[in-house]
């Protein structure tokens, strides 16, 4: 790639790839100039420094998972949605290693502030929307399925069901399952509600 055609975004575009191909770790600002054949001092005019460079890899992750994610709830609602969502995390994983490690990161404030994460964040609630959960509980049901779904993609991704049977096929469909019946008994009013007056 020619110099003069460098900019934040082809940059983030070629670490990415570096990510998915090697792990995220490779991902260094030296790693990304020598694939896109220049200097490393020409990439500072376009990434800041080694942190903005893994944003923006976050970001454009959160972006892609995105769309993944439209794609598998459009026109679904309760179970089969919920599926779509927890299914379109895992192709990700699978089909962009680098990416998907990129969002276990802790997220730096431009990160946070993207309109990748905002649409994450929109389309789980839109999931949410299916089940009978106030919107004061939605943040703990988002965070149990992060919880869940990224904790058995880690897993998974490590080998760590390769050992015993059944095949991880079975228990990632019951652990979705499971989602689902815990969603739709999810309680309509927070402990604090709940609790007796005295």
């Not at 055609?5 to 790693?31: F, M, N, Q, W």
């Not at 990700?92 to 997220?107: H, I, M, T, V, Y």
Request: charged letters at 20%.
């Amino acid at each position: 790639m020619a110099r003069t055609s460098l900019t934040p975004g082809s940059v983030i575009a070629e670490a990415a790839a570096l990510a998915d191909e090697s792990g995220l770790d490779t991902v260094t600002l030296s790693a990304v100039a020598r694939r896109l054949g220049v200097a490393t001092p020409s990439l500072y005019s376009h990434v800041r420094d080694h942190a903005a460079l893994l944003d923006g890899v976050h970001a454009l992750a959160l972006g892609d998972l995105a769309a993944r994610v439209a794609e598998a709830v459009a026109g679904r609602s309760g179970r089969p949605a919920l599926e779509g969502l927890a299914e379109a995390h895992r192709s990700f994983a699978r089909e962009a290693p680098g990416r998907w490690q990129a969002l276990q990161r802790r997220a730096g404030p431009a990160v946070v502030a993207s309109d990748a994460a905002r649409s994450v964040v929109a389309l789980t609630d839109a999931v949410l929307r299916g089940y009978d959960i106030p919107p004061g509980e939605r943040v703990h049901v988002t965070r149990l399925l992060g919880s869940t779904i990224n904790g058995f993609l880690a897993l998974e991704r490590t080998g760590s069901f390769d050992h015993s049977e059944p095949a991880p096929d079975v228990s990632w469909a019951r652990t979705v399952g499971a989602l689902d019946t815990l969603l739709r008994a999810w309680p309509t009013e927070s402990p604090e509600q709940a609790a007796p007056t005295t």
